[in-house]
């Protein structure tokens, strides 16, 4: 199977399956001297461990990560300086139950990878989806807590911002909140909807998509290029690439079509400091596929887990119409967990198109 790296001077090549004994990527590129640890890489890593919570899968991975290669020890305790080399992180599978998954062996679950793999490479691996899991994500988080290494300055938080039809309020937005439920939600009244509405779900069987925003601060201005090197197309591209994200937009996204010209137009002026100022970002950071300087804000959507306990109606490898219902353990919002992911791949994205700008400009 090809294609299991994404990033140009910033390389993550990832490798490993749901059920496999382990998992884990080899980020190519950092730059020497670039300084990090193994405790900074697992707080991340803990924020999208499965089994926190009962809105997520029970599955029990410590996701406990082993730096393996790339580095020298820092002078600090427990830090680590990069080499220039590759790193390779290794995180083990622990908790892996195959037999859940014996009675789709041969049946296509609606909604998965199932069939689409099939027709591809006609092979699979059932248990757990194989390398389509989200198990993979973790590999992708890991790599990310490295990526926010590279850029001076740096901030990436993402936020769920919408359960189902749920969306939160934006006028009680608070960041500190994100770390106090289990939804990373900034509106505290919202996340209390959300429990109830998450427990309705997960007692029916069935479950529900989710909205998340990302917002990179920090980021500095003159980074993508024109056309085919766009800083918002490689995010969309990389939030795309997240198992069950069905779509993505950047500042006002869709909501822009909406808009007039007058309203939709980032007006310009002279700042305290000087320097040229944008009093609005509905551009989401980004013009013309070049970073304006102001924060990078994106969005995806995730569709609902397709993973449910009711019975639904498909087709096995011999032909044969059955219904499916899929056993195991799984997330009611597949979103809650994606938070980590999407912050993880919005961080890959700015450093590498970072190093691409020093390489080509000499800036940084």
């Known amino acids: 199977m090809s294609h299991n790296s994404f990033g140009h001077l910033f390389r993550v090549t990832t490798w490993g399956e749901s059920h496999g004994i382990a998992i884990g990527c080899v980020v190519d590129g950092t730059p020497p001297g670039t300084r990090f640890s193994e405790a900074g890489i697992q707080a991340y890593l803990d924020k999208r461990r499965p089994g926190q919570s009962r809105y997520t899968t029970q599955r029990q991975e410590p996701d406990q990560v082993r730096v393996l290669s790339g580095v020298m020890p820092g002078e600090a305790e427990g830090e680590l300086v ?6 390779a992180l290794e995180i083990q599978n ?16 609606p909604g998965h990878a199932d069939i689409t793999y099939d027709m591809k490479y006609g ?26 290494q590279i850029v001076p300055g740096l901030t990436v938080r993402a936020a769920l911002v919408q359960i189902g039809t749920i969306a939160i309020d934006r006028s009680r937005w608070d960041w500190d909140e994100v770390d106090r439920n289990p939804f990373f939600c900034p509106d505290a009244e919202t996340a209390e909807r959300w429990a109830e509405h998450l427990d309705a779900v997960r007692k029916s069987g069935s479950s529900v998509g989710a909205i998340v925003e990302v917002v990179a601060e920090g980021v ?36 822009a079509a909406t808009l007039s010209g007058e309203e939709n ?43 449910i306990l ?5 087709v096995d490898a011999d032909g044969n119409e ?7 353990r799984h997330d009611p919002c597949v979103g ?29």
């Open 220 to 255: 500095p201005g003159g980074l993508g290029a024109p056309i085919y090197a766009k800083l918002d197309g490689d995010i969309a591209a990389n939030l795309m690439s997240i198992n069950a994200v069905k779509g993505v937009e950047i500042g006002d996204g869709f909501a």
């Open 265 to 307: 137009a980032d007006e310009i002026r002279i700042g305290p400091d000087g320097a040229p100022q944008f009093l609005t970002n509905h551009a989401g950071g980004i013009l013309g596929g070049i970073s304006t300087g102001q924060p990078v804000v994106a969005r995806f959507a995730v569709k609902p887990t397709s993973s």
């Open 82 to 87: 990069a080499t220039g080399t590759p790193i």
């Open 322 to 328: 059955v219904d499916v219902m899929t056993k195991g």
């Open 123 to 148: 092979v699979r691996d059932y248990r757990g989806g194989g390398r389509s899991s989200a198990r993979e994500t973790a590999t992708r988080v890991a790599a990310g807590a490295v990526a926010r």
């Open 336 to 364: 809650i967990r994606a938070v980590p992911i999407g912050e993880a791949m919005v961080a890959c994205a700015v450093a590498d198109h970072y190093l691409r700008h020093r390489g080509q400009t000499g800036r940084g």
């Open 94 to 109: 622990t908790d892996q139950r195959s037999k859940d998954y014996s009675d789709i062996a041969r049946r296509y679950r």
């Open 310 to 314: 009711t019975p639904t109606r498909s």
